[in-house]
């Protein structure tokens, strides 16, 4: 299919659930790509994890009762979000472990859960792997008015977020209240989780949350830009897995996933300095570096790992 | 300022942890323009110390004054120099907004740096002699620059006490040296400045004063009238006269 049909069935009435999906999709994909950014940078993957698995009994619950999803969702993750944080006082087990019993055992809740609700089987898969159909117009607003808070929150947060993510004991010793700003990341991390399952489904929100930001970590050395790149990214791919998805008949949140991995890969092996392309010019460029400093100054920025540190230490 | 309050007073501390008492009795002050060095050996309780100062650990007798009032963290006035493998070098970021970070409590939520905060960045650069790489990434820093970096962190709130947490380890000897002679120019603009340390040599030779710790400070002195005294150091380190420490000692 080429992108003109994609874009006229994107069009077409008949299909009114397409462009809600591409909608809450690319919505979902800039959110956690910017959220993303501190799970990455902090090394939060596994809590990113745990908060994925921790929504799903709370959406299993929305579910049968016939809810809201993102409530359910949020409620259920929080909820063991704080439990792990009270738990994980007890030093005698460390926090991955905490984390562990209770991720497993919030997603082995929700199976139990929503088996008690009709069309058993159905739901599960739609929930674990992602579907593009059934998201009603309410979701849009919800989705959109999530991300909107959410974004808003990392915006004038930032500045206490870096200060802990670089240093807890200093933080804390200049005031900032590391513990409270820990539960706001978890929160925000869980909010980010809950408006993306519905398409990508629980099992591969995951990559949403890391992998956009995984690639944006490899292209920058500044946070700004990080933080740019990686909702971009992540929305990027959201469109085009959607797109080759609707093509080829292949399951949505998949083939969404399986375009940030190459992305990733990409980023890889053709990054401007950390890539393994780069790497190999570099061995290279001492010799040419005349060539081009007299052709293309202006366009060539030096590689700081080729200069000779400045004086000062 | 009061001319007769000590800018960092530690005044009989004792501090628990756990139900284990780490210190007992603890008394320390440091005054404005003195660079004093903290030593002792593993376990003495040198970081709980420095924890107890921070207002971070509540001691369960005595009390800590800076500048005369109790420390409290956010409100007393104390820049701490963590250990470097504290800070995670591999974060996207410049000197200039680690170093700004180092304003982050001061200015409180959801403030944005204005102009002032960034000319005090610039200051406490130009103070560790940073400036130059002041664009640069973290994580491209060598040990030495990291340390200044750190140090010019805790530098940007302009603080009355610099607390420096083993500033010299994994650094070779001429970084020591200018690190040594930096710590003591702070001290000398006006800073009371403590720092803990494994190196006795960095530290007789540059600090003004040395106080010896195991569970509670066991001497002040000047170097040279430390160094006169083994004694002392056999019973803060627990070590006998024959110890390659005491021989240090002497040739220093």
């Known amino acids: 299919m080429n992108p003109i049909d994609f874009l006229t069935d994107l069009l077409n009435p008949d299909l009114a659930f397409l462009p809600k999906a591409l909608a809450v999709a690319v919505m979902s994909s800039i959110v956690c790509g910017v959220v993303g950014t501190f799970v990455v940078l902090r090394g939060m993957a596994f809590i990113g994890d745990a908060v994925a698995h921790a929504v799903f009994p709370g959406l299993a619950v929305a579910f049968v009762v016939g809810g809201n999803l993102v409530l359910g969702g949020t409620i259920a993750g929080v909820l063991t979000a704080v439990l792990v944080a009270v738990f994980s006082q007890n030093r005698r087990l460390k926090e991955d472990s905490i984390i562990g019993v209770f991720f497993v055992a919030a997603f082995a809740l929700g199976i139990v859960i929503i088996s008690q609700a009709p069309g058993y089987a159905g739901s599960l898969q739609q929930f674990l792997f992602g579907s593009i159909t059934g998201i009603p117009d309410s979701d849009l607003y919800v989705v959109a008015g999530t991300g909107v808070v959410v974004l808003a929150v990392v915006f004038l947060l930032s500045k206490e977020f870096v200060t802990i993510s670089l240093d807890r004991e200093s933080a804390r010793a200049m005031g900032v209240p590391v513990f409270r700003l820990d539960l706001v990341l978890y929160i925000l991390v869980t909010l980010a989780v809950v408006i993306s399952v519905q398409t990508i489904g629980n099992i591969l929100v995951l990559a949403l949350l890391i992998t956009p930001a995984a690639t944006a970590r490899l292209l920058t050395d500044r946070l700004g830009i990080m933080m740019m790149l990686a909702p971009v990214i992540g929305g990027v791919s959201a469109l085009v897995g959607l797109y080759v998805s609707w093509s080829w008949d292949f399951p949505t949140g998949g083939t969404i996933v399986l375009v940030l991995t190459a992305a990733f890969l990409t980023a890889w092996f053709l990054a401007p300095r950390q890539g393994l392309l780069a790497k190999h010019r570099g061995r290279n460029r001492i010799r040419t570096s005349e060539i081009r400093a007299t052709a293309t100054t202006a366009l060539i920025e030096p590689d700081p790992d080729l200069q000779p540190l400045k004086a000062g230490a | ?252």
């Open chain 2, 1 to 252: 300022m009061n001319a007769s309050v000590a800018a960092l007073a530690v005044q009989n501390v004792s501090v628990d942890l756990g139900g284990r008492s780490v210190l007992t009795g603890t008394d320390l002050t440091v005054d404005r323009g003195e660079l004093v060095g903290l030593i002792g050996p593993n376990g003495a309780g040198k970081t709980t110390l420095l924890r107890t100062v921070l207002g971070l650990l509540a001691p369960s007798a005595g009390r800590v004054l800076v500048e005369g009032r109790p420390s409290r963290p956010g409100r007393a006035p104390i820049g701490y120099v963590p250990q470097r493998h504290e800070f995670a070098w591999d974060f996207p970021i410049s000197v200039a907004d680690a170093v700004m970070t180092g304003l982050t409590g001061a200015l409180g939520p959801f403030r944005r740096p204005g102009a002032a905060q960034w000319e005090a960045v610039a200051d406490a650069l130009e103070r560790v002699r940073m400036t130059s790489l002041a664009d640069r990434p973290v994580g491209q820093l060598s040990g030495g620059q990291r340390q200044r970096v750190l140090v010019a962190r805790a530098l940007a709130a302009q603080p009355a006490v610099l607390l420096l947490d083993e500033p010299f380890t994994g650094l070779d000897m001429p970084t020591q040296e200018l690190l040594t002679v930096l710590f003591a120019d702070l001290a000398r603009e006006g800073r009371a400045v403590l720092m803990t340390t494994h190196d006795l040599l960095s530290a007789l030779d540059g600090c003004d004063r040395i106080a010896l710790l195991n569970r509670t400070v066991i001497a002040t002195g000047t170097p040279t009238e430390l160094a006169a005294d083994p004694a002392l150091w056999m019973a803060t380190f627990g070590v006998g006269p024959d110890s390659a420490l005491l021989r240090i000692l002497k040739a220093a």
